[in-house]
């Protein structure tokens, strides 16, 4: 089945740095890509969805990469700040899309 | 309204002992969806209804048990609670026309 490492599970930054995680996959066949957020004692928010199709897209403060020839996806925050603090999990799933494999997650602090 | 609502939030059992989880969502979503989160691991998918059918993981085929009484309403059963049950537990739904899963806080089960 598919497998989906992410680097780092603990992040560091200072104010105003950028913060990078990136996941990577192994199924050739996924087709859809998630970033989710969690702050402490919330739910996982949908930050990002990206489709096959798609190699960057730009949100709030942040990029999503998608590199399927290396099967990677990546997250980058460009200008952090304290309320980017928080668990952040990639998730890959097929063109069915009806599982999600998710990465172990990356908990991020933004020192002010 | 797009909340999955969880309860109870936190859960104390004893081992052998049966527990009941309840997830409810309001959005129509025809899919439902149950995790199983531990410490420094991935979400890891337990089972789905995908209307009234039910689909379990293989490797927790026999652990889990589901019910859904109506669209809004999915809950997670467990016949006797062992140690190893002990884990933060997350309902997701899923509507027809989204390919991104939406999910509730979590219950976070202590078995004793």
């Known amino acids: 089945g598919e497998q989906v490492e992410q680097r780092p599970p603990h992040l560091s930054v200072r104010e105003g740095d950028s913060a990078v995680i990136t996941c990577t996959y192994t199924d050739p066949n996924s087709y859809y890509f998630f970033w989710y957020k969690q702050e402490p004692g919330a739910s996982l928010q949908l930050l990002m969805k990206v489709f096959s199709s798609t190699e960057i897209n730009e949100g709030q403060g942040f990029t999503v990469l998608l590199n399927k020839k290396d099967k990677r996806l990546s997250l980058n925050l460009t200008a952090a700040h304290p309320g980017d603090s928080a668990a952040y999990f990639c998730?890959?799933?097929?063109?069915?899309?009806?599982?999600?494999?998710f990465g172990k997650g990356t908990s991020l602090t933004v020192i002010p | 309204d797009t909340t999955v609502k969880q309860n109870p939030r936190y859960k104390l059992a004893r081992v052998g002992k049966p527990v009941n989880l309840i997830c409810s969502q309001t959005?129509?979503?025809?899919?439902m969806y149950w995790y199983q989160k531990k410490p420094n691991q991935a979400p890891k998918l337990l089972l789905f209804y995908y209307d009234k059918i039910l689909n379990r993981e293989a490797d927790t085929f026999e652990k889990f048990q589901s019910s859904r009484p109506n669209n809004s309403f999915c809950s997670l059963y467990i016949g006797s609670a062992g140690l190893e049950y002990s884990a933060m537990y997350l309902c997701?739904?899923?509507?027809?026309?989204?390919?991104?899963?939406?999910f509730g806080p979590g219950t976070r089960l202590t078995v004793l």
């Open positions: 997701a739904s899923r509507g027809y026309n989204y390919a991104e899963q939406f």
């Open positions: 959005m129509n979503h025809d899919t």
């Open positions: 998730a890959v799933s097929e063109a069915g899309y009806q599982n999600f494999y």
